[in-house]
């Protein structure tokens, strides 16, 4: 059976289309454009209808928060110096060690569960608080077990290279990561992709070569945190080695911007974690002029952004980095889809894709960015059912 509605202004992912129908059958859009080109009877909904946002960057499952962190960078500690005191990414990895896989479950449910409130209809879980073999398996283990007990579609990436484990030595553990997890977590089919976070604080371009090397021999694409924290080449180093993504990019320099422009790798853009470390915007328009595809993504985690909502990423993404709203909402659904490599199935609103969209509480999708702090759903739909 067909259901279809009648909206002022469809977003479809690309474009806006005024006095539109969407429809869909059996979960997946079968129209979508102009109501005079509709034949069947649509019900009006007074609001926008966009497509359910892809949140291709998020640092869950995790367990437990850092707010005394938060604090103590407001009264002066850096991110480096929290890292360098065992805080950090550190402690989220004891945090996580300490939980059972109930407990951070249990943890998790509830914040996947708000995120579908604000519209998240797809999203990446990754690892990178599990720190070592064993426990980085768990923590993909546990995404997985995530990913099946929630609503929305979920890819899972492997980020063991986020810090060096206490105790070892850098070198020791992108060997165990390359040699040991990369091949186990793939033979039991626990990964998606595979991240390194590369930074003076974190791991090397050698490094980011000897994982983009495993990571491409199992089949897995490849995802770089890149000139987050200062510029290191590993926006450069991310399209040499044909990454899906280069991320953060606050410090990228000029030469990474035009291989970013000339490369497909994706410049995922996380305005949140910008907004909360009072970092360095980085050149989103520059990016887009010289060719780059952008996304956007919460980059929700307990340290650099306890942002779980993407209507709050659009809205500083629009007047931090200056993103035109209808710029802001592609790159939080059709690209950010295309970072995880979801594009065939869902992120824009055409026949065939999955019928996951919002009816927002106005007609035009321009408001999002511009309510910061107010949710600006009606309601969210996941393959055309109503599930928030
Ligand atoms: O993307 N910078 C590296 N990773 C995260 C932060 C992780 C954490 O502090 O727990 C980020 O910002
Ligand atoms: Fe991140």
Redesign the pocket.
């Known amino acids: 059976m067909t259901e279809a509605i009648a909206t002022p202004q469809l977003f479809t992912g690309d474009r806006v289309v005024e006095n539109a129908v969407l429809a869909w059958e059996g979960g997946l859009v079968s129209y979508a454009g102009p109501a005079a080109g509709f034949r069947g009877d649509a019900e009006p909904v007074p609001g926008g209808v966009v497509p359910g946002f892809v949140d291709c960057h998020t ?1 869950l499952p995790f367990f437990g928060w850092r707010a005394d962190e938060f604090e103590a960078r407001l009264t002066g500690r850096s991110y480096r110096d929290v890292h360098g005191e065992g805080g ?2 550190a402690r ?1 990895a004891r945090m996580l060690a300490a939980a059972s896989d109930d407990e951070v479950l249990e943890f998790c449910r509830p914040l996947a569960a708000e995120m579908l409130t604000h519209g998240t209809t797809a999203l990446e879980l990754k690892t990178g608080y599990g720190l070592s073999v064993e426990a980085e398996l768990r923590q993909a283990r546990l995404a997985r077990r995530l990913a099946s007990e929630i609503e929305q579609t979920c890819t899972v990436t492997l980020l063991a290279c ?1 810090a060096v484990p206490e105790g070892m030595e850098r070198p020791d553990w992108v060997e165990a990561v390359c040699g040991e997890l990369i091949p186990a977590a793939a033979a039991e089919g626990l990964a998606d992709a595979v991240d390194v ?1 590369v930074e003076d604080i974190a791991f090397t371009i050698d490094d980011l070569e000897a994982v983009a090397a495993a990571a491409g021999s199992r089949g897995l694409p490849l995802r770089v ?1 890149a000139d ?1 924290l200062g510029p290191s080449g590993a926006a450069e180093a991310a399209c040499r080695l044909g990454a899906h993504s280069a991320d ?1 990019l606050n410090h990228v320099s000029a030469e990474g911007v035009r291989t970013l422009g000339a490369s497909p790798t994706i410049a995922v853009l ?1 305005p949140a ?1 910008t907004f909360m470390l009072r970092a360095d915007p980085p050149p989103a328009r520059a990016l887009i002029e010289a060719g780059a595809s952008i996304a956007l993504a919460t ?1 929700f ?5 306890p942002v779980l909502s993407m209507p709050e990423a659009i809205a500083i993404a629009c007047s931090l980095y200056r993103l035109e709203p209808i710029e802001a909402l592609r790159a939080a659904t059709a690209t950010a889809a295309r970072v995880l490599g979801l594009d065939g199935r869902l992120g824009t609103l055409e026949s065939g894709k999955r019928a996951d969209f919002v009816i927002l509480d106005s007609t035009d999708p321009a408001f999002i960015p511009y309510r910061p702090g107010h949710n600006p759903l009606r309601t969210v739909h996941l393959n055309g059912r109503q599930v928030a």
Do not use: A, R, W
């Not at 985690?301 to 952004?305: A, D, I, K, V, Y």
């Open positions: 640092h950090g990414i989220s986020h976070y945190h987050q953060h996380l974690s980059d985690n307990p340290g650099t952004s």
